[in-house]
C-alpha cells in the first residue's frame, strides 16, 4: 500500500534452506496433483508463488471465482457478508432476518464487534438480540411476506426502532418475497426509514457480495439522511473498521490525540445517526478496501469526498497512516501533532518488540484471512521479525492481491453479475469536491495516492506463497511442508491447526483478545504471539515415555 | 444492561421470533453425522450453511469439525443441485477419502426439490463412488422443525440405510443416545459396559469430538459407530432409545424395518430417568445390576440427603431442547427443586403436557412453552424472578443483566469448557449436576451473606 513496499520487495527475498524444505513450486505441483484434473486446472491459478516478473508485472492469481463443490473452503456466503459483517456492527437498527431460523441464529453475537451504546443519546442497542421472521413450511409454500409484514409490525411496535432492515435469505430468493416491496410498504405505513437486502446466501461466491449488497443498502437508504455538520477542524470516516476487540476505540484514541475527528465508522462501535451525516466528512480513510470500497467510490462520485487507503495495523502502519492524513491535509498544525503522537507512543512500542524479537525472529507465519487481514497483519509479523511467508484471502478480488490497477482489466463474470452496481451521480446540491484536480496532482507528487490499493502480492517478498481460497488439503500441506511458528485464520481452521502442535491465532474474531489495532494493538498482538509461540503447552505434548521409549522391565526374580 | 430493551409488559408476537431458543435441523444432522466413523458430513445447499454450522460445532467444542459442502451458487438454485453434489462426491472422495459422506440437505436445496437418492444412483452409475464407500442422505429443511429434528432425521437415516436383518437376533442391544455431548456418550458406554452388556451405540461422538492434542492432526478421529456395526444394527435384540424426540424415529424404524422392538425413554438426567435406563437395560439384556452401579447410585442420593437444604423451592427458569428439559425438570422436581419458567424453541405437542404433570405437585405456577423463545423466558424471569438460571451460552445476558447464578447446560455453550470430557447423565452425571448446582447457588450465598452471617462450613 505504501510506496516504499515495492521498493523493499527488490532487495528482499524469502528463502529457505532447500536442504530443509521443499520449494514452493514443488509443493504446488505436489499439491495439484491431488486434485482431480478440472480441479487441478483452476487450483493451478489461485496458488501462485510470488516471483516479480518485471518492474512493474507481479504474477496474476484468480480471485472471486466459485469455490467448486466438495473442496472444504473457508468461505461463507453473502448473508453472512451483508448481515454478520456490515451491518451486524450497528446497535441502534433492527436487523431482521427473513427467513428460517437458523441463518439469525448463527449470526446472533458471534463476532466480537464492540459497540459503546452510551455515545448515542438514546442508548439503544439492540445488538445482543437476533431478530428473526423463522419462517416454516408453510411459508415457504405460500409465501412469506406476509409473516414478514407482521414481524415488522411487532417489532415496531415492541421496540420501537428508528430504523429497520431486513435480510433475505436463500428460499426467501427462490420462493419470491419481495423484501424491498414489503419494506417500502413499512417504511410508509411506520414513518421510520426501513429497507431490506437482497443477500441470499447463495448470490455471489463468497461473503464479498454480501458486502457489496450491505454497500449499496447503507448508501441508497442511510448515508446522506442528515446533514447536519459535526465540529472538527480533520473530519474523518473511517471505512471497512468493525471494531473486533475494541480495535475501533483504539484507533480513535490516537485519532483525537491527533486532532482528527471521526464523523462515521463503517461498521465497528456505529450509530445509524453516524451514517447520516457521513456524507459531510472531509476524507474518507479505507481499513478494509474489500468490504467496504464501494461506499468509498460512490461518496466520492455523489458527494464528492475522496478517499485513500490507510493501515492502523501494526505501529508501521499506523504512524505511516496518520503521517499520510497529515500530509493529505497538509497543514503544520496537524503534522506537528501527528509527529508527537507518533514519538509519544512509540517508546512503548519499541520496548515490546525488543522484548519479543529474541524469542520470535526467523520464525515463519502464515496467515489465511478475510479480504485486507491476510495484508494487513504481515507487517506486525515482521515487527517481531518474523516472516510472513505464506498468506492468502478467503474472498478478495484480483484487485485485493495485486493493486487496483488490474480493474479496468477484470472480467465481470455470472456470479459478479448478479450483484447490483449502483448508478450513482453528482448530488445536485451537495456535491462539494473536497479537493482540486491541482491538489490531487500535487499529492500525487509527494507520493499521496488518493483511490488507490496497490494489493498484498506487490508487498510480499519473492519467494512466499499466495493461495486464494484456501482449501482444508492445502492448509496440512502448509502446515506439514512449513511447519510455521503461527498460523493464523478462522474459528474453522483454528483447533485442526493445533491438533498438529502449531499455534493458531484467529483474525476474524482475535479469539478472546485485542484491541490490535493502533500503538496499544500492537503490543497486545506481540505479546499473544510471544505468548502463544512460545507457551509451555507445546512441550507437554509428548509424554515422557513417548519421548524415551525405551522399555522398563524387571527382571523375573525380582 | 445487555438486554436493555426487554421489558416486563408481555405482548403477544404471531410472527417475530427474538432471541431464538432453537436453531434450524442441518446443524443437528451434522452433528449426529460426525458420530459415523470416517464420516464427512456433506451439507448440499449454499457455503453459509456449512460454514456456521461448523463454526457453532467448533466454538461448542474447541475441536475441528469437518465437512463439506455443495457450494451452490445462483446458477445451481435456478437449475438444481444436482450437477454440484456429483462434483463434490468426487472431489471428496478423491482429495478427503472418507469412508462414508453423510449428505443433509438445507432449505435451499429442499425449496427447489433436489432428489438426493437419484443424484446418488448417478453418481453411483457415473462411478464416482469408490468400491467399498458409502454415501447416504438425510432430508433436513430447515424451516421444518428445529436442530433436534435434524439430529433425529440423520440418525433415522442412519438405520434407513443400513441396519440389515441377518436372519436371527443377536444377543446385542442398540443404544441410541440422543443429542448429548460426547462424555455423556462414553458415560451411557462405561454404564452398560458395568452392566456387561454387548451393545452398539449410534450415532457415537465420543473420541470424535473430545480427541486428545497428539501433536498430530487426524482428520477421521477415532471414535464413531463403524458402517458395519450399523449394519448388525438390524439383528440386535433389542433398542434403547434416550430422548424420543431426537432419537424415537431411528428406534421406530429399526423396529418397523428390522422388526427390532424398543424401549423409548427419557434422557438419564438425574436418579429417576437414571434408574429406569438401568431398568430397561437390565431386564432388555437379561443381566443383575452390578455393586459398582449401586455404589455410584447411592453417592448421587447421597449428596441430596446432605445437601436438601440447599435446594429445598429454590426457584429454576430452564430453556433448552425438549428431551433435555423433561428429564431435567424431573430431576430438579425429584430434589425438591421449584422449576418454575420452562421454554424450547422446538415445537412438540406433548411437552407443554409432560412438563405440567411432572411439576404438578410443586406448590408454585409454572410457565411453559413449547415454540417459545429466549425474550420470553427473560420476559417471565422479569416478572418472577428465579433464584438459578440454567441453559446454554446465550442466557448469560439474562444472568448477568438480572443478577441471577447461571449454569450452563444445553447447545450451545461457547464460552466454557468441561461438557465434551465429563458428563451430565446417568449417576455420575448427576452428581456433577448437583455439585454445579450447588457451586451457582453457594458461591452467591458467600457473595451476598453480610459479614455477621458469612458461614465457614456449609
Not at chain 1, 473498521?241 to 465497528?268: H, M, P, W
Not at chain 2, 448429548?180 to 456387561?196: F, Q, Y
Not at chain 2, 439383528?235 to 431411528?250: E, K, M
Not at chain 2, 424450547?344 to 406448590?363: A, H, R, V, W, Y
Amino acid at each position: 500500500m505504501e510506496a516504499l513496499s515495492k521498493k523493499r520487495i527488490e532487495e528482499e527475498k524469502v528463502s529457505l534452506d532447500p536442504d530443509e524444505f521443499m520449494a514452493p513450486e514443488t509443493l504446488k505441483l505436489d499439491i495439484l496433483s491431488k486434485y482431480p484434473p478440472k480441479v487441478a486446472r483452476k487450483k493451478a491459478k489461485q496458488i501462485i508463488v510470488n516471483r516479480k516478473e518485471s518492474e512493474e508485472k507481479y504474477p496474476e492469481i484468480q480471485a472471486n471465482v466459485r469455490t467448486v463443490p466438495g473442496i472444504i473452503s473457508q468461505r461463507g456466503c453473502c448473508y453472512a457478508g451483508c448481515k454478520g459483517v456490515v451491518m451486524g456492527p450497528t446497535r441502534d437498527i433492527i436487523n431482521l432476518t427473513h427467513g428460517p431460523i437458523g441463518c439469525g441464529f448463527f449470526s446472533w453475537l458471534t463476532r466480537r464487534n464492540q459497540t459503546d451504546p452510551s455515545t448515542t443519546p438514546d442508548g439503544h442497542n439492540f445488538m445482543n438480540y437476533c431478530f428473526s421472521t423463522d419462517m416454516e413450511d408453510k411459508e415457504i409454500i405460500f409465501g412469506g411476506e406476509k409473516k414478514l409484514r407482521a414481524a415488522i409490525q411487532e417489532a415496531y411496535d415492541i421496540f420501537k426502532p428508528k430504523m429497520i432492515s431486513v435480510f433475505a435469505t436463500c428460499p426467501v430468493g427462490l420462493i419470491g418475497d419481495d423484501v424491498h416491496a414489503v419494506t417500502r410498504e413499512m417504511e410508509e405505513k411506520l414513518g421510520i426509514t426501513i429497507f431490506g437486502f437482497s443477500c441470499e446466501g447463495y448470490k455471489g461466491v463468497s461473503q464479498s457480495a454480501g458486502h457489496h449488497v450491505a454497500n449499496n443498502g447503507l448508501f441508497q437508504h442511510v448515508i446522506g439522511l442528515d446533514n447536519t455538520v459535526k465540529e472538527g477542524d480533520y473530519r474523518v470516516n473511517l471505512l471497512g473498521e468493525y471494531n473486533i476487540g475494541g480495535d475501533a476505540f483504539e484507533i480513535e484514541r490516537v485519532l483525537n490525540k491527533c486532532g482528527i475527528t471521526i464523523i462515521s465508522t463503517f461498521s465497528g462501535n456505529s450509530s445509524v445517526d453516524f451514517f447520516a451525516n457521513s456524507h459531510t466528512a472531509d476524507l474518507n480513510l479505507i481499513m478494509c478496501h474489500r468490504s467496504i470500497n464501494y461506499v468509498a467510490e460512490m461518496m466520492e462520485k455523489k458527494y464528492g469526498i475522496p478517499w485513500f487507503k490507510i493501515n492502523f495495523l501494526s505501529a508501521g502502519g499506523m504512524s505511516r497512516s496518520l503521517r499520510k492524513i497529515a500530509e493529505y491535509y497538509g497543514e503544520q498544525k496537524l503534522i506537528d501533532c501527528v509527529e508527537e503522537v507518533i514519538a509519544e507512543e512509540m517508546p512503548a512500542v519499541k520496548k515490546a518488540q525488543a522484548e519479543v524479537r529474541p524469542r520470535l525472529e526467523g520464525k515463519l507465519a502464515m496467515m489465511f484471512v478475510g479480504g485486507s487481514r491476510a495484508h494487513h497483519y504481515q507487517e506486525m509479523f515482521r515487527e517481531m521479525g518474523m516472516i510472513p511467508f505464506c498468506a492468502g484471502y478467503e474472498f478478495a478480488h484480483r484487485d485485493d492481491y495485486e493493486g487496483r490497477q488490474v480493474l479496468p482489466n477484470l472480467k465481470v463474470d455470472a456470479d459478479s453479475r448478479n450483484i447490483e452496481e449502483l448508478k450513482v451521480a453528482k448530488d445536485p446540491d451537495r456535491y462539494n469536491p473536497r479537493i482540486s484536480i491541482e491538489e490531487l496532482e500535487a499529492l500525487e507528487r509527494n507520493g499521496i495516492k488518493l483511490r488507490d490499493y496497490e494489493g498484498m502480492m506487490t508487498d510480499m517478498p519473492s519467494g512466499t506463497i499466495v493461495i486464494d481460497d484456501i482449501s482444508q488439503y492445502e492448509t496440512e500441506r502448509l502446515l506439514e511442508t512449513y511447519k510455521p511458528a503461527v498460523f493464523c485464520a478462522g474459528i474453522k481452521e483454528k483447533y485442526t491447526v493445533q491438533k498438529h502442535g502449531i499455534p493458531m491465532k484467529q483474525l476474524h474474531s482475535y479469539d478472546n483478545g485485542g484491541p490490535y489495532a493502533g500503538y496499544r494493538g500492537a503490543i497486545n498482538f506481540y505479546h499473544e504471539i510471544d505468548r502463544m509461540v512460545n507457551s509451555k503447552v507445546w512441550d507437554h505434548i509428548k509424554s515422557p515415555w513417548e519421548k524415551s521409549p525405551e522399555l522398563a522391565a524387571r527382571y523375573a526374580y525380582e | 444492561m445487555l438486554l436493555r430493551h426487554t421489558s416486563k409488559e408481555i405482548a403477544e408476537r404471531k410472527s417475530l421470533t427474538v432471541n431464538p431458543a432453537k436453531t434450524c435441523q442441518p446443524i443437528g444432522a451434522m452433528y449426529a453425522s460426525l458420530g459415523i466413523h470416517g464420516c464427512l458430513p456433506h451439507s448440499h445447499g449454499s457455503q453459509g450453511c456449512y460454514a456456521y454450522h461448523r463454526s457453532t460445532l467448533t466454538r461448542h467444542y474447541k475441536e475441528p469439525v469437518m465437512a463439506a459442502t455443495s457450494s451452490f451458487t445462483e446458477g445451481a438454485s435456478v437449475f438444481g443441485g444436482q450437477a454440484n453434489l456429483l462434483q463434490a462426491i468426487d472431489n471428496i472422495f478423491t482429495i478427503y477419502d472418507p469412508e462414508i459422506i453423510a449428505v443433509h440437505t438445507t432449505c435451499l436445496s429442499e425449496t427447489i426439490g433436489d432428489d438426493v437418492p437419484q443424484i446418488f444412483g448417478k453418481a453411483e452409475t457415473d462411478g464416482k463412488i469408490p468400491e467399498g464407500k458409502y454415501v447416504f442422505h438425510a432430508n433436513t429443511p430447515s424451516y421444518v422443525g428445529t436442530h433436534v429434528t435434524g439430529f433425529a432425521n440423520m440418525t433415522k437415516a442412519m438405520v434407513d440405510y443400513f441396519a440389515k436383518q441377518n436372519g436371527h437376533k443377536e444377543n446385542r442391544i442398540n443404544i441410541i443416545p440422543g443429542w448429548v455431548e460426547p462424555s455423556d456418550m462414553k458415560e451411557i458406554k462405561r454404564i452398560a459396559g458395568e452392566l456387561g452388556i454387548n451393545f452398539i451405540m449410534f450415532p457415537d461422538t465420543d473420541n470424535v469430538l473430545n480427541s486428545p492434542q497428539t501433536g498430530k492432526f487426524e482428520m477421521y478421529p477415532k471414535g464413531g459407530v463403524t458402517i458395519d456395526e450399523l449394519i448388525s444394527t438390524g439383528s440386535s435384540s433389542g433398542t434403547v432409545a434416550l430422548g424420543g424426540l431426537a432419537s424415537g424415529p431411528a428406534a421406530r424404524a429399526l423396529d418397523s424395518k428390522c422388526k427390532v422392538p424398543c424401549k423409548i425413554l427419557d434422557l438419564p438426567i438425574g436418579i429417576k430417568a437414571t434408574d429406569r435406563f438401568v431398568d430397561a437395560l437390565r431386564k432388555m439384556a437379561g443381566v443383575n445390576v452390578p455393586e459398582s452401579i449401586n455404589i455410584e447410585r447411592g453417592q448421587l442420593i447421597d449428596i441430596v440427603t446432605d445437601m436438601q437444604a440447599y435446594f429445598y423451592h429454590k426457584k429454576v427458569a430452564l430453556v433448552g431442547d425438549p428431551d433435555q428439559l423433561v428429564a431435567l425438570t424431573e430431576f430438579l422436581v425429584s430434589i425438591d427443586m421449584m422449576p418454575i419458567h420452562i421454554v424450547t424453541g422446538t415445537k412438540d405437542k406433548k411437552f407443554e403436557k409432560k412438563i405440567l404433570s411432572l411439576t404438578e405437585e410443586m406448590p408454585y405456577d409454572v410457565n411453559v412453552k413449547s415454540g417459545g423463545d429466549m425474550y420470553l423466558f427473560h420476559q417471565w424471569v422479569k416478572n418472577e424472578p428465579v433464584d438459578l438460571l440454567i441453559g446454554n451460552t446465550y442466557v448469560k445476558y439474562i444472568a448477568r443483566d438480572e443478577d441471577i447464578p447461571f449454569i450452563r447446560y444445553g447447545f450451545p455453550i461457547l464460552d466454557r469448557i468441561g461438557h465434551s470430557y465429563f458428563p451430565m447423565v446417568c449417576y455420575r452425571g448427576g452428581m456433577r449436576f448437583l455439585e454445579k448446582i450447588l457451586d451457582a447457588l453457594m458461591n452467591r450465598i458467600d457473595r451476598d451473606s453480610s459479614e455477621i452471617e458469612f458461614d465457614l462450613v456449609m
